[in-house]
Each structure stands twice: as C-alpha cells, then as structure tokens.
C-alpha cells in the first residue's frame, strides 16, 4: 500500500502538466454539467410550487340550490386526489375582482347585478410531473350536477410542463455528450501519459511484473484526478452559487421564491460521474496500451 501510494504522487508529480489538464478538463465538465442541474433543479421547484397552487375553478349553476351546493362539496371532497376546497360565494368573488382591479375598481360601482356565479375552489394533489391529475379530476367535476363550468388553465400549465420536460431532456443529452467527451480527453491524456512511461513499464514487464501491478497505481491515479476534479467542479459552482443566493436575496423577496443548492443524491452523483470518468478513461487507455 505504501509502495502503491509513493508510486501514484511520483506519477502525478511527474507528469505534473498532464495531470493538472485532466483535472481542469473534469472540473470544467463537472462545473457546466452541474449548472444546467442547479438550474433545473430550481426550475423544477418553482414548477412544483405553480402547480400545487393551481385550482380548478368550479362554477356553479346561477338556480343552484343550498342543498345542491353543498352536496355538490362533499361530492367533490370524496375525489381521492382532492386535497383541499373552498367555497366562494357569488358576493366574495366580486370582492376579489374589485380588489384585483386596484385603482379600476370603480369600473365596477355602474353594474347593477352582480355577474359572477357562486363557485368552488378546488385543491389537486399535484406534482410538475403528474400535473395530467388534473384533468380527470376536472372531467369528473364537470360531469356532476349543478356545475355549469370548469376551469384551470389547461393549456398554459401543459405547455409550461412541456418546456420543463424539454429541459429535463436537453440536462440528460448534455450530461451524456460531456460524460463521453470527457472520458475521450481523460483516456487520451492517460495515453501520453503511458507513452511517456513506456520504457519503464516494458522493464518492470521483464523482471516479472504482474499486470495489476502495473495497472493497480495508474487506476489510483486516475480515480484521484477525478475525484479532484469532480471536488473542484462542484465546489466552484458552490461559490458562484452563493453570490447568486445573495444577489437575489437582496432584489427578492425570499417568501416568494428561495434558491437552493443541488441535493445531496444529484451532488453524489455527479461526484461519482467524476470518479467513473477517470476510471473508464483509464481502462480505455491501458486496454489499448497493454494490447500494443
């Protein structure tokens, strides 16, 4: 273990400019890769936050009953993916309208009958990617007697759910694309290396040298520029991270939105996508290598 551990920090030393390419090679790769996930991490949350307060807006028949209506809410509360309900008489939508118009209230004070009907707000158990809930829940509400209308924005909530599912398949091409790039340029870096030290290995061949003996520190220093790397990548994103937090801290309200670092499991991940990058250029370089 000793001889192995002396033999990887006289490798990196020795080859010192080599090394220090892959590692800003695998840093950089880790950096951008990691952005686009930070970015739609929180892209993703904020689409989360949208579609749980989606309601779907139930109005109700102008000659409905007392009766009706509230049968018609403890119909709507039996829906299993119902997680909340809310009546809002025909009075407090006026009200709300009022209030939504601001300094253009007064528009209102010349209508004589109140046009807005009573309704019921009704609360989903939605994610961003289970959003298509909504919809049967809306059909089955609108098929119930006593509701003349339903509503929830269909169609701006799909297409937004869309460009985020496009996101989410732009973040894994991306990832793919630098993955096998970076593996490309850690093997062919690997390969110089192994060219450089050429003699050397074809002597420790003659004099009885296993192949795991030779192979074992090359592995190790490779899954140690990875690691390097992979610490650099993340810890730089990390800082810029933090600037970012406190710029938007200072121009937004935090109750509104709060911008998060990645997770711990994507985090892993991406460190261990690091560490898979050094060996798999490694065993690519000495495969060959070993072969020739």
């Known amino acids: 273990m000793i001889y192995f551990t002396q033999k990887v920090l006289k490798d990196l030393k020795g080859n010192l400019f080599l090394n220090a390419v892959t590692v800003a090679s695998t840093a950089l790769s880790v950096l951008i890769f990691s952005a686009f996930a930070l970015f739609f991490v929180n892209v993703g949350a904020l689409a989360n936050r949208w579609v749980e307060d989606a309601r779907i807006m139930v109005y109700l028949n102008p000659d409905a009953e007392a009766e009706t209506i509230a049968r018609l809410g403890e119909a709507i509360k039996s829906i299993p993916d119902v997680r909340g309900l809310e009546f809002v008489p025909r009075e407090a939508a006026l009200q709300r309208f009022r209030a939504q118009l601001g ?158 670092f990645l997770p711990v499991e994507i985090a892993a991940a991406v460190f261990s996508g690091s560490l898979l990058v050094g060996w798999l250029g490694c065993y690519i370089s000495l495969r060959k290598f070993l072969r020739s």
């Open 103 to 260: 300094s253009q209230g007064s528009l209102l004070d010349g209508i004589a009958e109140n046009p807005l009907p009573d309704a019921y707000e009704v609360l989903v158990k939605v994610r961003s990617w289970s959003w298509d809930r909504i919809g049967p829940v809306a059909g089955k509400i609108g098929a119930m007697d006593g509701v003349d209308e339903v509503e929830y924005g269909q169609e701006w909530m799909g297409r937004f759910v869309n460009i985020l599912n496009l996101l989410r398949l732009t973040l894994y091409g991306m990832g793919g694309l630098f993955f096998m790039g970076t593996v490309f340029f850690v093997a062919n870096t690997i390969r110089l290396v192994l060219y450089s030290r050429r003699e050397e290995i074809e002597i420790m061949r003659l004099v009885g040298a296993s192949e795991n003996f030779i192979k074992y520190p090359i592995y190790a220093q490779s899954l140690f520029l990875g690691m390097i790397g992979g610490i650099l990548g993340l810890g730089i994103l990390f800082q810029l991270y933090r600037l970012l937090e406190a710029n938007v801290a200072n121009t937004m309200s935090s109750s509104f939105f709060e911008i998060r």
